[in-house]
């Protein structure tokens, strides 16, 4: 029932920019906190970035100035726009809502950025 779609990934080279999605369905879209979290081989999995409900938007110290989180609700879909980006942003990208602790996840989209 409840589903998070994540796309946009795939291989850029270091200073290219790339747009992730996150299509949601079977949730109360516009009351979640929508998160973007990423998972590099072997390393714990980190927040990106997250934007509330009423459109506050809070990022990991790595991407500040590089990244930008957004939302539609009229879309059910949250964004991450990733510019400059660098050999140590590859990871695997997670979309996540939460509302009052209960979290709903996507599969994943990987980023790769490599000349």
């Known amino acids: 029932q409840v589903q998070l779609v994540e796309s946009g990934g795939g291989l850029v080279q270091p200073g290219g920019s790339l747009r992730l999605s996150c299509a949601a369905s079977?949730?109360?879209?516009?009351?979640?906190?929508m998160n973007w979290y990423r998972q590099a081989p072997g390393k714990q999995r980190e927040l990106v970035a997250f934007?509330?409900?009423?459109?506050?938007?809070t990022y990991a110290d790595s991407v500040k100035g590089r990244f930008t989180i957004s939302r539609d609700n009229a879309k059910n879909t949250a964004y991450l726009q990733m510019n400059n980006l660098k050999p140590e942003d590859t990871a695997i990208y997670y979309c996540?809502?939460?509302?009052?602790?209960?979290?709903?996840w996507g599969q994943g989209t990987q980023v790769t950025v490599s000349s």
């Open positions: 996540n809502a939460d509302f009052n602790g209960m979290s709903h």
């Open positions: 079977g949730i109360s879209f516009s009351i979640y906190t």
């Open positions: 934007i509330t409900h009423i459109g506050t938007t």
